[in-house]
Structure formats: C-alpha cells, structure tokens
C-alpha cells in the first residue's frame, strides 16, 4: 500500500521512550508520516487501545471518496443485488483502463472485512472492478491489530466512507470454534476471537456467524480511536453483514 496525496500525519501512541519520541518529533517537522511510520503507528495505536493505554489522533487525512458513509453503504448493496439477479456491470469495464487508471493511485469508497473463504469472492458479490473496494480478508472475518491498522489506513489514507464486517453462512471458522476440537499448527488462534460469539450465541451455527460479525464491527468501532473519531463526525460508518453462499445475497444486521 502506497500513500495518497492529501495523507495528513496523525500521532499514534506517545509510550515517553527516546526512539519513539525521536520519531514522533522527526514525522512532525517532515509534516508527513512514512508509510511504515504510519502502519506501526496505527498497530500500536490499536494495542494500546486494547491494553487501556490512551491514545490521541490528530485531524484524519482528507477523504478522497465524495461518497457520504450512506451513499458508499447503498453502492454497496446496489451492487450486491445486480450479482443476485446476475446483471454484473463492472464487468464489461475496460481491463487495460481500468489498471492505467489504477497504477499510480486507489481510490475505494468501502472497506471489507471479509472471510478468507474461497466462495466469497467479495468484488463479485458487490460488482465491483479494480480500485474500488479495500478488501481485508482473514479466516472468521475476525479483528486483530494488524486488521484493524488495515482498515485504519483505509479509512484515513484512501477515505473509504463505509467499512463493512461480512459473515458468511455455514462459515468453517466459527464452526470450527463451536466444536472446540483440536486442531493442528496455529490454526486453534482463531478461537478466541470468535468465542464471545459461541458464548453469546451458544451451538447455533447461524447465530453465531451473525453475533461474530456484529462483535467484530463493534470491536471496530470503539477500540480504534481513528475509526471512532470518523464516525462521531460523520465520515464512517461500520456496519455488520451476513453473505448467503446459496442465494449470492448480503443481509445487513
């Protein structure tokens, strides 16, 4: 990920120790933060966020979108009802115009916190070509800092309007967390995140793929200052969904 023109600095966590103050005071009198400045910052941010720290942001980059947090949500779901009724549009769009007009820079007015499962192909599901969607894709579509520092620089780098956590049914992640069995390598990390779903939602497996993607949105929301900032002033919204493997539909929850 390259930043835009309009990236505007925001200061991350402030831990007192010489080398992040060193760098904090470096990326104010260059008056941008590099790229890997800011990622670390945003990943730090979101720790510290979670460990009780506190945190303070600085006015977020200027949006590129000129979408509303409402219209950017109805692009969306005008999109996914052309995929059911298979009218796809962003098909037809020129192959070569569409990477000449994309090289240099990306403009995407929604993000995506997606399943990595290979049956929701989230571009397709919304009718959406290149550069439009800023796509995070993770088993269980579960939040974690490097997740959330994702979907942090969409926000305040690329100006997405809306940032939309999809479940999807009969999803192995969450079903996997139900059955609680073991399982090999690092795969069982995944439990824990979903588990207050299970917790909440018990052995029903539709349920708890609508409860995890409800929690996951509301992680968003209030454990990262720069994503909270942009919705209390309007500019975001985050909103929670479920995809039908079947029928191709996305519900809103």
Same mark, same amino acid.
């Given at each position: 990920?390259?930043? *835009?023109?309009?990236?505007?600095?925001?200061?991350?966590?402030?831990?007192?120790?010489? /080398?992040?103050?060193? +760098? #904090?005071?470096?990326? *104010?009198?260059? %008056?941008?933060? /590099?790229?890997? %400045?800011?990622?670390?910052?945003?990943?730090?941010?979101? +720790?510290?966020?979670?460990?009780? +720290?506190?945190? /303070?942001?600085?006015?977020?980059?200027?949006?590129?979108?000129?979408?509303?947090?409402?219209?950017?949500?109805? =692009?969306?779901?005008? %999109?996914? #009802?052309?995929? &059911?009724?298979? #009218?796809?549009?962003?098909?037809? =769009?020129?192959? /070569?115009?569409? @990477?000449?007009?994309?090289?240099?820079? #990306?403009?995407? $007015?929604?993000?995506?916190?997606?399943? !990595?499962?290979?049956?929701?192909?989230?571009? $397709? &599901?919304?009718?959406?070509?290149?550069?439009?969607?800023? &796509?995070?894709?993770?088993?269980?579509?579960?939040?974690?800092?490097?997740?959330?520092?994702?979907?942090?620089?969409?926000?305040?780098?690329?100006?997405?309007?809306?940032?939309?956590?999809?479940?999807?049914?009969?999803?192995?992640?969450? @079903?996997?967390?139900?059955?609680?069995?073991? &399982?090999?390598?690092?795969?069982?990390?995944?439990?824990?995140?979903?588990?207050?779903?299970?917790? !909440?939602?018990?052995?029903?497996?539709?349920?708890?793929?609508?409860?995890?993607?409800?929690?996951?949105?509301?992680?968003?929301?209030?454990?990262?200052?720069?994503?909270?900032?942009?919705?209390?002033?309007? @500019?975001? @919204?985050?909103?929670? !969904?479920?995809?039908?493997?079947?029928?191709?539909?996305?519900?809103?929850?």
């Amino acid at each position: 990920m390259q930043p *835009e023109n309009g990236f505007v600095r925001h200061v991350g966590v402030a831990c007192g120790c010489d /080398s992040c103050s060193t +760098a #904090q005071g470096g990326a *104010e009198k260059d %008056g941008a933060l /590099s790229r890997r %400045g800011f990622l670390a910052s945003a990943i730090g941010g979101t +720790a510290a966020v979670l460990a009780g +720290a506190t945190v /303070s942001t600085t006015r977020p980059a200027l949006a590129q979108s000129t979408l509303t947090p409402d219209a950017a949500l109805k =692009e969306l779901m005008d %999109g996914n #009802q052309r995929y &059911v009724g298979g #009218q796809l549009q962003s098909l037809n =769009e020129d192959l /070569s115009i569409l @990477k000449a007009k994309t090289a240099e820079k #990306q403009e995407p $007015f929604a993000a995506l916190l997606s399943c !990595a499962d290979s049956r929701v192909p989230v571009e $397709f &599901v919304f009718d959406q070509s290149i550069g439009r969607l800023f &796509v995070v894709r993770v088993a269980g579509n579960i939040t974690t800092p490097e997740i959330t520092a994702s979907l942090e620089y969409g926000v305040a780098v690329l100006g997405t309007k809306v940032i939309m956590v999809m479940g999807h049914s009969n999803c192995g992640a969450v @079903k996997a967390t139900i059955e609680g069995k073991a &399982v090999p390598g690092q795969i069982g990390a995944l439990y824990a995140p979903i588990w207050p779903a299970v917790n !909440a939602a018990g052995p029903d497996l539709d349920a708890a793929i609508d409860a995890n993607a409800r929690i996951q949105a509301t992680l968003l929301s209030e454990a990262s200052p720069i994503l909270a900032a942009a919705i209390k002033e309007g @500019k975001l @919204k985050v909103v929670a !969904a479920r995809y039908d493997i079947a029928t191709g539909k996305v519900t809103l929850l």
